[in-house]
């Protein structure tokens, strides 16, 4: 597998943690540098680990995992999108009570965002291409990705301001959807 290979899989992989950046951001979610830093660098750890993890796991548990992850990121994503509409609906000033960049909704969308590269990782192992390269190039490309939406979500939200949580959360409902979807097709 070549170095332009493993970039095109990352780039790919990296599509829906951007995506959740850039709704994170436009919600008025990455104010400071902190919560800058905590987005990229948990999405970019996330898909660091996980095709670590599914390398290592081997064909019989992630064949099982295969057959409901879809719904599990669809569940975290639908839990975390519905709050951020319902805040961004809210007639108040006040903003979602937890920060998806913190604490376990960082955790949910980082797993949510980060479970078709687990099914990466068996895949690379069936091809016997040593883990390690491809997945620190996964973990970087993730993160870099995550930072560029981040930029743009935040002159969204500084242009659209609240209505841009409910943009986000639908977003985020979109991408939970697309994965149930895709799976079926």
């Given at each position: 597998?070549?170095?332009?290979?493993?970039?095109?899989?990352?780039?790919?992989?990296?599509?829906?943690?951007?995506a959740?950046?850039?709704?994170?951001?436009?919600?008025?979610?990455?104010?400071?540098g902190?919560?800058?830093?905590r987005?990229?660098?948990?999405?970019?750890?996330f898909?660091?680990?996980?095709?670590?993890?599914?390398?290592?796991?081997?064909?019989?548990?992630?064949?099982?995992?295969?057959?409901?992850?879809?719904?599990?990121?669809?569940?975290?994503?639908?839990?975390?999108?519905?709050?951020?509409?319902?805040?961004?609906?809210?007639?108040?000033?006040?903003?979602?009570?937890?920060?998806?960049?913190?604490?376990?909704?960082?955790?949910?969308?980082?797993?949510?965002?980060?479970?078709?590269?687990?099914?990466?990782?068996?895949?690379?192992?069936?091809?016997?291409?040593?883990?390690?390269y491809?997945?620190?190039?996964?973990?970087?490309?993730?993160?870099?990705?995550?930072?560029?939406?981040?930029?743009?979500?935040?002159?969204?939200?500084?242009?659209?301001?609240?209505?841009?949580?409910?943009?986000?959360?639908?977003?985020?409902?979109?991408?939970?959807?697309?994965?149930?979807?895709?799976?079926?097709?």
């Amino acid at each position: 597998m070549g170095t332009i290979d493993i970039i095109v899989i990352a780039v790919g992989l990296a599509m829906d943690a951007a995506a959740v950046s850039l709704a994170a951001a436009a919600g008025g979610f990455a104010k400071d540098g902190r919560a800058v830093f905590r987005l990229a660098f948990h999405f970019g750890l996330f898909q660091f680990m996980m095709p670590v993890i599914g390398w290592g796991l081997g064909v019989g548990f992630v064949s099982y995992l295969k057959a409901f992850d879809h719904w599990i990121a669809f569940g975290l994503l639908s839990v975390v999108g519905s709050r951020m509409i319902l805040s961004g609906m809210d007639d108040k000033d006040a903003t979602l009570k937890k920060d998806p960049s913190r604490g376990m909704t960082m955790v949910m969308l980082s797993i949510a965002t980060s479970i078709d590269a687990l099914a990466i990782g068996l895949s690379l192992a069936m091809l016997e291409v040593n883990i390690w390269y491809p997945s620190v190039a996964i973990g970087i490309i993730t993160a870099a990705m995550s930072l560029m939406a981040i930029a743009i979500g935040k002159h969204l939200g500084a242009l659209f301001g609240k209505r841009m949580e409910i943009v986000g959360g639908l977003i985020l409902l979109f991408i939970g959807v697309r994965i149930v979807f895709l799976e079926f097709m």
